[in-house]
């Protein structure tokens, strides 16, 4: 099932915001928060895929080598129902990637933690040791 939560993405450049799902993904390892956006919702967002406000980046997956537009501190990012929010996170905008993507860094800002990835089961790290989340259902783009 994975880790799913509900976030609010904001686009610093538009001011456009959406509500959706978002898979966490400790895999998807980066020094700063950092959400992969596919580009139909890059798109709806007004998000920059183009210099001097973005640039192709070369990402490495398990399934290879692409390349992929950054947009550097282009969202603001809430955590829905927890009144948690992260500013200034980059956006990398995928055409492949159906989801969007929490990295590894972005789920730290927000203070996730995943207490059984197949379940779908977290908490926040703030939260007391026996609290339980549970995920939202996917959303696609």
């Given at each position: 099932?994975?880790?799913?939560?509900?976030?609010a993405?904001k686009s610093?450049d538009?001011g456009?915001?959406?509500t959706?799902?978002?898979?966490v993904?400790?895999?998807?390892?980066?020094e700063?928060p950092?959400?992969?956006?596919?580009?139909?919702?890059?798109?709806?967002l007004?998000?920059?895929?183009?210099?001097?406000?973005?640039r192709?980046?070369l990402?490495?997956?398990?399934?290879g080598v692409?390349?992929?537009?950054?947009?550097?501190?282009?969202?603001s990012?809430?955590?829905?129902?927890?009144?948690?929010r992260v500013?200034?996170?980059h956006?990398l905008?995928?055409?492949?990637?159906?989801e969007?993507?929490?990295?590894?860094?972005?789920a730290?800002?927000?203070?996730?933690?995943?207490?059984?990835?197949?379940?779908g089961?977290w908490?926040?790290s703030?939260?007391?040791?026996?609290?339980v989340?549970?995920?939202?259902g996917p959303e696609?783009?």
């Amino acid at each position: 099932m994975g880790v799913r939560v509900r976030l609010a993405i904001k686009s610093v450049d538009t001011g456009v915001e959406v509500t959706t799902a978002a898979l966490v993904n400790s895999g998807y390892e980066v020094e700063e928060p950092e959400l992969l956006v596919p580009r139909r919702l890059a798109e709806y967002l007004g998000i920059p895929t183009r210099p001097p406000r973005a640039r192709i980046e070369l990402y490495e997956t398990p399934t290879g080598v692409f390349h992929m537009v950054l947009a550097p501190r282009a969202l603001s990012v809430h955590l829905v129902d927890v009144c948690k929010r992260v500013e200034n996170v980059h956006a990398l905008v995928s055409d492949s990637e159906r989801e969007v993507l929490i990295s590894d860094a972005l789920a730290s800002a927000l203070g996730i933690q995943i207490i059984d990835a197949k379940k779908g089961l977290w908490r926040l790290s703030s939260d007391p040791p026996d609290t339980v989340r549970e995920s939202c259902g996917p959303e696609y783009w």
